[in-house]
């Protein structure tokens, strides 16, 4: 048998952070981005980031993911911040 290597991702809608978050990502642990998604590597240093950036990156870990995807098309979660942008 093989052995896959699995990571769990956490999916949820970019209006669960700032535009003005969004569009400032310098020094985010980034993994990938384009126009509509962003993930991020739930483990990374959050020294630096914007503080709703951090929650939501622990709210993924209190989930074991590994990863958090942020899309424009993502669910939202009724226990998290909603910006209006």
Known sequence: MID??????LVMS???ISEKALNNLDGWPVIMSNDHTLRIYVQANQDGLP?????????????DCDYLLLDSDGPFY???KVYDW
Request: negative net charge; proline residues 4%.
């Open 4 to 9: 896959h290597e699995i990571h769990k991702t």
């Open 14 to 16: 970019t209006a669960h």
């Open 51 to 63: 503080e709703e950036v951090s929650k939501l990156l622990d709210y993924a870990d209190n989930l």
């Open 78 to 80: 009724p226990d998290l």
